[in-house]
């Protein structure tokens, strides 16, 4: 079982920047994969980026060239740095982590961290 914490939310203007990161403890494989998802209200959680232990990453169109994440595998700890924030951002952001092999084993979500963009 993996324990996943978010933090870093907040209220930022457009333009503006937030880091999220996320702790991860517990049982933690080596060969995983970390994921920022968003859900915004009445709508489907979406996954925004992913990175792996061997640190691949991939982003959705909507925020590449705005958001990077990153790991510090020895803190086992991912993050998401947000630029160029925009009022669409505005969603609860979830941390997600899942060993590889993907779809063999059950995943975990962190209990989300709300970002809003708003002037």
């Known amino acids: 079982q993996v324990q996943l914490v978010e933090s870093g939310g907040g209220l930022v203007q457009p333009g503006g920047s937030l880091r999220l990161s996320c702790a991860a403890s517990?049982?933690?494989?080596?060969?995983?994969?970390m994921a920022w998802y968003r859900q915004a209200p009445g709508k489907q959680r979406e996954l925004v980026a992913t990175i792996t232990s061997g640190r691949s990453t991939n982003y959705a169109d909507s925020v590449k060239g705005r958001f990077t994440i990153s790991r510090d595998n020895a803190k086992n700890t991912v993050y998401l740095q947000m630029n160029s924030l925009k009022p669409e951002d505005t969603a609860v952001y979830y941390c997600?982590?899942?060993?590889?092999?993907?779809?063999?084993?059950?995943?975990?979500w962190g209990q989300g961290t709300q970002v809003t963009v708003s002037s």
């Open positions: 517990g049982s933690i494989f080596r060969g995983n994969v």
């Open positions: 997600h982590y899942e060993r590889l092999p993907l779809g063999v084993h059950p995943g975990s």
